[in-house]
Structure formats: structure tokens, C-alpha cells
């Protein structure tokens, strides 16, 4: 059984950086794509970054691209958000996902497995 579990998150002033971390557990995921994706108040999930496992492949909303820089880490089996130059409109929970197939989706119905979700909250 997959198990994602997120942590990092926390409050940060505009300009600001924060770290995500996510351990990923229950399964070889040599095939997978590794997921972040927020969800800011009344508003849906939307995908920030991907990562394919294999070979570090990197994806991005057009949002975050060149602020926020996903990696993932073989041996301890992490994937990582490094988010800077944070802005207000950053804040959300966010959430670390799995999917077991190795093309990039930026759906959520597309991912089978799913963390807890961290906050985020970017102060102007």
C-alpha cells in the first residue's frame, strides 16, 4: 500500500522560501510520476510540478516555473518542492501524489495516490 506523507509547510513572509518534503512508501516507483498539486480556499487542485522518477524528468505549471524546483532523492525515496520568491497568491494546502504510470498527467483523477496535505501561507 502507497503512503505519501508531506511535511515543510508553515508560514512564510512574500520573497520568502520554504521547503516541501514528501516520504513516499509501499512500492518500487521506478515507473511513477510524482506529483504536487495546491488547493488554495474555494478554488480547485492544480497541479505545480511533476517529476518522473526514473530519470528526473521535470514538469511545471506555468505559475511556479523558475521559482519552485521539484527533485526526488532514490535512496531515501523523498520527493522535494523547494518553493522561493513566494508569493501571497502561493497559499494553500499542498499535496504530494502518485501515479503509476510514467507520462506526466496534471489531472488529479489521473494520480491513484494521495498525502495528507500541508499548509502554506504566504503573507504580504
Known amino acids: 500500500q502507497v503512503q505519501l506523507v508531506e511535511s515543510g509547510g508553515g508560514l512564510v513572509q512574500a520573497g520568502g522560501s520554504l521547503r516541501l518534503s514528501c516520504a513516499a512508501s509501499?512500492?518500487?516507483?521506478?515507473?511513477?510520476?510524482m506529483g504536487w498539486f495546491r488547493q488554495a480556499p474555494g478554488k480547485e487542485r492544480e497541479f505545480v510540478a511533476g517529476?518522473?522518477?526514473?530519470?528526473?524528468?521535470?514538469y511545471y505549471a506555468d505559475s511556479v516555473k523558475g521559482r519552485f524546483a521539484i527533485s526526488r532523492d532514490k535512496d531515501k525515496n523523498t520527493v522535494s518542492l523547494q518553493m522561493n520568491s513566494l508569493k501571497p497568491e502561493d497559499t494553500a494546502v499542498y499535496y504530494c501524489?502518485?501515479?503509476?504510470?510514467?507520462?506526466?498527467?496534471?489531472?488529479?483523477?489521473?494520480?491513484?495516490?494521495w498525502g495528507q496535505g500541508t499548509q502554506v501561507t504566504v503573507s504580504s
Open positions: 501524489a502518485a501515479r503509476g504510470f510514467p507520462v506526466l498527467a496534471v489531472d488529479t483523477a489521473a494520480y491513484d495516490h
Open positions: 509501499g512500492r518500487t516507483f521506478s515507473r511513477y510520476i
Open positions: 517529476i518522473r522518477w526514473s530519470d528526473g524528468r521535470t
